[in-house]
């Protein structure tokens, strides 16, 4: 259940003069600006950008090749070897793809006078976290550490979309096998049956009539009503996304569905604490850390509520006061738990222990949520394809009777 979050490509000027370009995930393109202004980036240009496109592209890497090559680089740092060695290092390890392009590319800009972080931002595939870190490691001498640290976030982060996709991909194949079996038996299986039932004098159940009807109206105008679905999804899929009102109502809807708005809930405090954890562990500020938490829960609640926490954060007030106003999106364990590191100064630790402990409830609900689920769908696939099977051969039981 992916849960939807924008992409915007944007290109602008940073507090030094240098052009500057990237991905930002947000709900709107107001948000994605709001951001880029709280960076202190001058934004020249912003505009959706699609990921279903990078196909054309061959060159870009895609979201698990970021991760491995993050990893990549900041194993060969911490062992000691200088960037522009590393660079090369992972270009020689990957001749002729997209990650030795992009190796390639970095080891020229820096070699022109770039540092990692501008030459970072210059391409689509690193979102602003990723840069941002980078900058603060250049700053503070300790880059290999915050790259071994960009590179466990990402990787928590893609073990907890897996985690939601493997809960997503069974039902859909389930559902998808109903649908064919079902197609196949309306299609070809029922006008056959028609074909015998036509020369009987006797009157077919109503079961077996509704049937044949829905038979006939679905090889008659199966590709309208195909068609008109599709002009109505996308149609529905525009409109929420330029209604503010409906993106808000969908994204409460995700948060209070049954069974799953428990696991929605969880993911989403799962990437709000670990990435909020990764920035106040590189010394990020906790105000600008929330800036740039608000987009990546992938919920316009959630989003919203950490925009105003910023807020009561800059107007004197504790992170654990900020987080009780919002007590119906944020649970009260990860509350007391922000009101401990709070006081002990040891935030960033709680809220890593916090991440942790939402990843894992995850984990768990998904397997829960398999067990209850399969056994719904078989049900329901039984009753759909043999109450099919029923309504065929019902008059022939008939006849049989009558006989």
């Known amino acids: 259940m ?12 940073d507090r030094e003069g240098h052009k500057v370009s990237g ?7 107001s948000d994605a600006r709001n951001h880029l202004v709280q960076q202190r980036i001058r934004v020249l240009s912003l505009r959706r950008h699609y990921p279903w496109r990078q196909w054309l592209a061959p060159d870009k890497l895609q979201a698990q090749e970021v991760t491995q090559f993050a990893r990549q680089l900041a194993t060969l740092l911490l062992a000691g070897i200088a960037l522009l060695q590393c660079l090369e290092v992972i270009m020689r390890g990957q001749p002729n793809t997209p990650t030795h392009a992009m190796a390639k590319y970095l080891k020229s800009r820096i070699e022109n006078g770039a540092t990692l972080h501008q030459a970072l931002q210059e391409r689509p595939e690193f979102d602003a976290l990723f840069c941002n870190l ?15 640290r960009v590179a466990t976030h990402r990787e928590k982060s893609e073990q907890l979309r897996r985690s939601l996709r493997t809960a997503m991909i069974y039902p859909m194949v389930v559902m998808g096998v109903a649908g064919v079996v079902s197609g196949v038996l309306l299609m070809f299986v029922v006008p056959a049956f028609e074909s015998v039932y036509a020369s009987f004098d006797t009157e077919l159940p109503r079961i077996t009539q509704g049937l ?12 309208q009503w195909l068609l008109g679905l599709l002009v109505v999804y996308f149609a529905l899929q525009q409109w929420t996304l330029r209604s503010a009102r409906l993106q808000a109502f969908k994204h409460r809807a ?12 969880q993911s989403c405090l799962a990437r709000w604490t670990r990435t909020l954890a990764t920035l106040l562990r ?23 509520a950490t925009q105003r926490i910023q ?12 987080l009780e106003q919002h007590a119906s999106l944020f649970q009260p364990m990860l509350i007391q738990m922000c009101a401990i590191g709070e006081e002990s100064g040891t935030l960033d630790d709680m809220l890593d222990k916090a991440a942790h402990h939402f990843e894992t409830s995850v984990t768990r609900a998904v397997a829960q949520l398999s067990v209850l689920v399969e056994p719904f769908l078989m049900v329901l696939l039984g009753l759909l394809v043999g109450g099919m099977v029923m309504a065929l ?4 039981f008939q006849m049989g009777q009558a006989i």
């Open 212 to 223: 044949i009807a829905v038979s006939q109206a679905l090889k008659n105008h199966g590709w």
């Open 134 to 148: 980078v900058q603060v490691g250049e700053m503070t001498g300790a880059l290999d550490t915050l790259l071994d």
């Open 2 to 13: 992916k849960l939807s979050s924008l992409s915007f490509l944007w290109r602008g000027i």
């Open 254 to 265: 995700w948060l209070h569905l049954p069974l799953a708005g428990a696991l929605v809930r």
């Open 393 to 396: 051969y019902l008059p022939i």
């Open 311 to 322: 807020s009561q954060l800059m107007q004197g007030q504790s992170l654990t006061h900020a």
């Open 282 to 304: 590189a010394g990020i500020p906790l105000t600008e850390g929330l800036g740039a938490v608000a987009g990546v829960t992938g919920n316009l609640h959630y989003a919203v």
């Open 23 to 29: 991905i930002y995930q947000a709900n709107s393109a």
